[in-house]
């Protein structure tokens, strides 16, 4: 259910190609990506390029992340993940909602996996957390994205949101982890379903 909400968020973000200031956007939930992600990594881009796909009919952006800190899978060292979009000669290719990498950056990244192809970043814009390192203080926060909510209805999306609150990182390591087990433990407390039994006629 988790994973069928994410993909009809980033369904809405795809559709909603007029650019505007304020959009109405389906929010997504913390909880519910942390679930449906195959994988959640903490590191830093370390590469950003872009390639033709699909016969050279697409353009994808591959960007590789130097891996710091894992919270959900097993994916260490240099991940390279897909990004669909991106920049080839004077050939530029746009999908709303999706993000932008640049290298020395630092974020989390949500992951959504279909083997053999490379991973690929959840709910677009939704599995991307931004860090922020303050150089005076050493102090490192999280941003949230934008379509991050607890509320369950449409929400609109502006510029310079107040009510998008930066936390700590340890504080958001503390909520993914939190979420991680709570889902296991839901997981493991669901009544396994009852085996009917056949009739025999005689």
């Not at 505007?20 to 994988?39: C, K």
């Not at 746009?94 to 279909?114: D, N, Q």
């Amino acid at each position: 259910m988790g994973h069928n909400r994410i993909l009809l968020v980033a369904a809405v973000v795809v559709a909603l190609a007029p650019a505007v200031r304020a959009t109405v956007l389906l929010p997504g939930d913390l909880g519910e990506i942390a679930r449906g992600a195959a994988a959640i990594v903490h590191g830093t881009v370390v590469d950003v390029r872009t390639e033709w796909v699909d016969g050279r009919r697409r353009v994808e952006t591959i960007v590789t992340l130097e891996v710091s800190e894992t919270f959900k899978g097993d994916m260490t060292g240099r991940v390279s993940v897909k990004v669909p979009g991106g920049v080839m000669g004077r050939y530029r290719s746009v999908t709303i909602g999706a993000p932008s990498f640049r290298p020395g950056e630092e974020v989390v990244l949500f992951l959504g996996a279909r083997p053999p192809a490379l991973p690929y970043v959840l709910g677009l814009g939704q599995g991307v957390f931004r860090v922020r390192r303050d150089a005076r203080t050493g102090q490192t926060t999280v941003m949230p994205p934008a379509l991050l909510a607890d509320s369950r209805e449409a929400v609109t999306v502006q510029r310079g949101d107040p009510s998008r609150r930066a936390v700590s990182l340890s504080e958001f390591s503390a909520t993914v982890r939190s979420a991680l087990s709570t889902g296991a433990r839901e997981r493991r407390q669901a009544p396994e379903p009852r085996a009917i039994k056949g009739v025999t006629h005689q």
